[in-house]
Structure formats: structure tokens, C-alpha cells
């Protein structure tokens, strides 16, 4: 049983929502955030195709699961809630459905620009798919009879046939019972499309065939499926046959031969029955049935069907219409391709796979050129790609123009923090708040420059009158500990003689636990008041378990408050591997807070490592070493890295 | 003569070419005002509307749009939508106006357009700031409710927001060559859902982000240089850019109408048992218009 479900636009408003159990606003806020805006989870099966019954990509919050599809052109995101312990297997089909359904009706109201009201009456459409869909599954678990008979109505809406959906036995009867009961509207042939036959039997024949007509098509089913039955007159048969095959047809006379008398006073009494169906329903499925029952309700619920299932019909046919029509010999196909070219050009044109394709290597390439990491590059040009298929140009815009623009905002989106990243704010926030040491540790792979951004990192804060601590925790490198002794008296000096913070260092020699000599550096600098506490480790290849456990143990000991993990600009397709080890090296309950990206400067325009490592784990970078000095350290602007990224 | 054979190639001045040319010179006019007309309807007077993500920006225009708000979810795209203001709010460009004069019963109309708040897609906003078209006011929706946490974690984001918005709007005058003051901007900090129990007032609203701005900006002026990483930034030292009056003390709005920004403080709510109370808002933007 569905939760709840909600159509949506991309600006935030909610155009039509059903729930069915009470839910959180923030479990669907946070769905957006995640998949949408941060893009934590990126959709593993290629929903690229629009119209399709592909599989939708799920979604797990709390205890409950969420399906979702969506119309790129008109920002219309399509959500399904259910909890994760059902499976609903319906679901996908419900959500393609209600999406060309909705697009259908209400298409028209969204495109307006300037606008966010859309006047929608959704729920009974909505109530009819789920009952039919629910119902459906439901039967295809059950005894076999009932499964080749329901098996029909299920795959109707994407069977290749023009076939109508074969009613239910609930709807036989009513679908009958208009037919003999008004036999004076259908008394008028002028106005029945029928008359436009060329051999026009008499009259009587014609009402005889339409009032068994139900009947006939049953008979003829049974017919087909081997069983023998009585006939009635060859011709009478011919005729209802004949019939019966036109209004299979879902187009114009089909439908008007069917609504001919049910519209007399539909509009009338649709809203008035409807209402009290819909709105009343703790369980509308259940009340929707019952409504089945009495005469009125059969009308209503007949209509709807044959609305709805028009609509996808149509729907269906259009798409396949499109599939079959392109290879419609050469005039056609030539035109296609001058108009197409045109549409390059001029603008309006809707992109396709194809013509994405050669473009997108363009794009692809120059990533690589720029040293992104193979992976990144790659489905950072899928997301583009999913973002783009299915859109259209704008007047005057080709596909270069549009394809840079999203990349260079797609990248905007990836390089800008979620969060705030100023230090200083949140070290002065633990210090007045919490009275106690702010820990910021450093990790990274061997030789990247984890003590000379450390001592960078110490010369800044230094400079903003903060008392620090470094930790030596690198107890595993000869000459570790002097490298940093040597940068805390050259920084002591700085501040001394600047009258800045003061500056310390915390030793326990070689050999030792790392882990241990944090936590002791931690309470050294609680008890004489330091600021700020910062802990170099040891250098470690990502791929050496060995080495990499030892940071869980050091995570939950020395509490940092921030883990800053030194990546270089140099390295190239390692870094995704790097950044990911890492990150999920300090346990299930901690990972980085940020990125240093050391020896900048050496790099020039290939600032690819950037993207590779933020894309990797969605951690932000923070600074940037750009220098030799100990005053070279930046923050990033994501604007200028975008910039050189896509020169 | 040279002339009556340089005017040889004309045609006869036959009635059809005479109809044809009266079609073609009263049409072309006609055509070109309706062409030209109909792609400049966005010049309406446009009012931006920014703030962090959660504050009620998008209930906030579904209210000014349909005059009740409807269930909203994390936006991801600007929307600018078409609301006309309600009937008898006092429009400043008409202040002058015979109270019965009878177009005050002509509705006014304005587009307001929404942003996403969340903080990595604020790139909308920032560029609808730096380049406005039609811009004739900027929205802040803040929410008061959050201000007054303990931790003052909401107080710190919506701070920072309107830090970077401000510091915009200030580059509008200190980056400009020509000594024309820019464009008055105003500037509205809604302060929203104050049918909440904990929401702050309007006064307690304006001080706690006055306060957080303050620090704001001393920490940020501590803080590092912002660099791309190219060579050719390497040697630029730039200035810090500094919101408001330099010197230590604490920072208030009011210093801001040097650069010719006016920023005022008004409280309301979207939602609420007692419905919606936006009425000094719509004053505010008719103020301005």
C-alpha cells in the first residue's frame, strides 16, 4: 500500500499530493536534497529514456522508500512513498502512468510561464490507477483463472494491439445496459460515424449487433480460444464482428460510438458523485469499489477508465509513431535531417542521445585534458547528459553552447560547499562554547605535504592570536618529529617577534601509538588552555589495510573535530581511489571534513584533482596550497576553478 | 537624362504595387511595435526573493500569488511568478493620487521571483543581484523562529546569506567607474513565521543578525585570501572585501545607505492557525513600486 504520492515542480511547489498515512515534510526535503541538490545518490539505472517502463531508481529515508520519475522540460518531479518492507511492484508502472496522465491533462497549466497554480482534480484519475494497478497484481498472485482474465487488463495499457481493455465483469453489464436502455439516441445513424460505411446494413441489425455487442466480443474471445458456440446468423455475426474490430479502435469513431450517450449528463453528475468517493475515503480503493455497484457509480467509473485509458493509449501510440517514423524513406529522411540541421542552428531543437553523443566526448576529453580522473569525467558527462537528453535548445542556442553551460554549472553545483567552511567561526565557537581545544587532525597518502600544510594551516591561525599545539603523531618516519620541531620553532619565532598566538609542540618521540599520543596531546591542551590542537599522522598508502585500520582507533581516541585529508594536485586518477579510502577509513560513524590540495602551483590550469576528489565523496575542499611559503595557503573560489576548468 | 534612367528600373505605378506598398508601410510599423512589445512584457518591475533554504521563500509566493499559501518542498530552480498587488495598498509612485482617483481600482502588477535558498545553488540569486535587469527590491525571508536557537547555528547561516548579499550590493557602488551612485536598492528582511511560539520580533531580529555579521565579518577579514588556483592569481593581493563602515565598531544596516541600499525589517507569517499576516510586506513592496 503506497504511503503517500506527490507531483511536484522543480521551484518547490507541491501541484497535487495524496497521502495515505501521515509523513514528515522533511523526509521528502531531504529527498530532494540528497538526490536532487547534493546528489549524494546518483541513480544507478539509466532512466534516460522519458516514456519508457524502465525501472525507476529508488530512494530509502528512514523506513521508507521512495520512487521517483520525472518530466525534465516542465520541472515536474513525480514522488511515490511507500514503507520498504512492502514490495509494491506496481509502483513503477503507477508512476509512468500518472505521469503521461498528469502531463497529459494538466501539461498545458504548467507551461505557463508566470504562474504556479495549477487547477488540478487529479484524484479520481489517480484513485482509478492505483485501484486498477493494486487489483491487477493483486489477481496475478491468485488462481489461474483469474490471472488469464486480469493478466488482459493489466497489460493492456502497453500492449503493441489497438486492443480496448476487456472489461470487467463488474463493468459488462453497465457497458451493456446503456445501449439497450437508450436505444432511441442510437436509433440516429446520421450522427453515428457508422453511416460513413460503404455497405450500410439496415438499421435493425445495426442496434441488434450494438446491443449484444458486449456479448459478441466475449463470444468471439471464447471462439478464438477453441470453444464452439451457437450463432446467431452469419450475417448478424459478420456484422457484430465487424463492429466489434472498429471499435477496438481507440481513435475518433471508437470513442465517439462509445460516449455518444454517456456524455448526455456526465458533466453533471460526474462532479457530484465523484467528490463523495474520493474525499471520503479512508480506504478509496474500497470505496471505489462499492461505488462500482450501484448504476451511477458504473457510468463514473466506466468513463474514467476509457479517459484514462485513452490517454495512455494515445500516449503509447505517439511514441511509437516516433520510433517507427523515421525511417520513412529518402525524402523524408533528407528532410528530417535539413530541418534538423535547421533546428541546430535556429534553436528548438530536442536533443537525443545522438546528437549528445559527439559533443559529450568533446566535453569528456577536455576533462581529462584538465587531469579529472577517468571516473569522474565520465559520469559527470552522464549527469549532464541525463540533465539534457529529452530537453530543448533554446532559440539561437546549439548544443556546444547548452552543453557548456550545464557542465560549468553542474560544476558550480559539485565544487560549492553545502556548508559554511570558515575555521575560524566554528573554532570560536567551541572554544567560548565548550571550553575546550579544537582538534583539527591531517591525514593523507606519503609525501603529499601533510606537515608543510600543517605548519601553513598553524601559521594562519597563529596569525589570528590562537594558542596552538601541534601533536607529533607521526611516530613512524625517521625525522618526522624534527621536521615538525623545526617548523614549530621557525613558527615560534614568526609569532614572537609578530607578537601573535603562541605555538607549541607536543612530542613522545618514535615507536609509540599515534592514536595514544593524540589523546594525551588532546588533555595536554585542555589543561594549559591551547586554542587549537593540531595532529600530523603518518604518511599511508590508501591501499594498505594495514596501515589504513589504525585510523579508526585514532578517530575515536583523539575526537578530532575536523579531519582534513591532504590530497596533490599531481596525482591523477588515484585520487578518487585516495579520497575514497580515506574517507571511509575512520569507521561507519566518522569521515573527512575536507580536502587540502597541496602543490597547486605546479599544476597551472590542470586543476582536475579538485573535481575528482569532491566527486568522489562530496566532501568540499578547503584550501588550497599554492606555495613554498608558510603564507601560501587560499581558499578556493569556485567560480575561478570553474573558469580554468572549462578554458 | 541621367536621372529619368537611373530611375528606370522602378516599376509602373500600377494600383496593385500602389496597394502593396500602403499594406507594406502600414503593416511594418504594426509588426515591429508587436514583435518588440511582446518580447519586453518581463519589464515589469521585478522583486527578488532570496533567503536560506526552509525560511518560506516559495509559500511565500504561492501566498502572493493566490492569496493562500500551499504545501512547498525544497526548491531547486528559480521560478519567477506574476502577482498583482491587492487593491487599495498604497503604491508609492502614485502617492499623489486623488484618493478617488479610479485607477487605484486597477490592479498593479509585478513579477517576483524565487530563488533556491540551499547552499549550493544560490548561484541564481547571486546573479540575478549582479546583473538586475528590472530589479526594484530584494526579499530576504528569514526565519525568526530559527534565529532564537541556542546554538545560533540558524542565526549564523542567515547572517552569512545576507553578509554575501549585502557585500554584493555594495560591490554595485564601490566597483562602479562612473560616479553615479547606483540604483537605490531596498531591501526587505522578512522576518517569517512569527506565528511560532520561539520566532523573535522585529527589533530582537534586525540586532541577532547585526550581531552575527559583526562576527562575521571580523572572522572572514582574519581569514584567508580567496584564490583560483591559476599562476596568474598567484601575485594578486586583493583586499578583503569589508561589509558596511570600517572600523571596529558593530555593524548595522543603516550603514548600508551610503551605497544607497535601504534595508528595513518587517515581520509576518505565511502560515498559521489565524491564517496568514503579510499585509506590511505588500506595504513594503508597494513602497516601492
Redesign the interface.
Known sequence: MLDGF?I???????LW?KSYAPLS?GL??GF??DV???EKVLPSATTADDTSASQHSAYKREKYTLRWASVKDL?LIFVAVYQSLLHLSWVDKLLDNIRVLFVDLYGDQVRK?????VECNFDDYFDQQVQELESSAEASQRTPQITRNDENLKTTPDEESEEPPPPIPGLLSGRKSPNSAAPSTDATPTSTPDTSRPSTPLNGHLLSAKATRGGTSRRARKAASGKPTAVDGLKEKSVGKAKGKQLRRWDADGMADEDEDVPLDYSATSDADSRPVSSAGVEPVDMAASGMRTSKGQYILKDLDDEVHSILQSAKQKNQRTETSKPTGVVGSSLGAISGLFRNVIGGKVLTKQDLEKPMKGMEDLLLKKNVAREAAVRLCEGVERELIGKKTGSFESIDTLLRTSLS?SL??LL?????L????SI?NITTTQQRPYTISIVGVNGVGKSTSLSKLAF?LL??NLSLLIAACDTFRSGAVEQLRVHARNLKDLSDREHLGRVELYEKGYGKDAAHIARDAVAYAKDHNFDVVLIDTAGRRHNDARLMSSLEKFAELARPDKILMVGE?LVGTDSVMQARAFNAAFGAKRGLDGFIISK??T???M?GV?VSMVHATGIPVV??G??QHYGD?????V???V??LMS | MAWTNSLSFMPEPTPVLILISVLLVVSIPLLLHLIIYSTTSDTLPTILLIGPSGAGKTALVTLLERGRPTATRTSQTPHTVEVSLPVKTPVASSRFRSPNDPTWEVTKKLLIQDTPGHGKLRHYAMDSISKPQSLQGIIFVVDAADLSSEAREGARQAAEYLHDVLLQLQKRATNSKSSRAPKEMPVLIAANKLDLFTALPAPLVKSTLESEITKLRKSLSAGLLDSGVGAKDLDVTEEHDWLGEVGDGPFEFSQLQEFNVQVKILAGNVTGVDGSDVKQWWNWIGSIL
Open positions: 506527490e511536484l515542480t522543480t521551484s518547490g511547489v507541491v499530493s515534510s521528502i526535503n530532494i536534497r536532487f541538490i547534493e520541472g510561464p508566470h504562474s504556479t497554480v554549472s558550480t553545483k560549492t560547499p553545502t556548508t559554511s570558515s575555521l575560524l567561526t570560536t594562519f596569525q589570528n594536485a597547486c602551483d599544476v597551472g590550469e586543476v579538485l584550501f588550497l599554492v606555495g595557503l587560499r581558499t578556493v573560489n567560480g575561478n576553478v573558469g580554468l
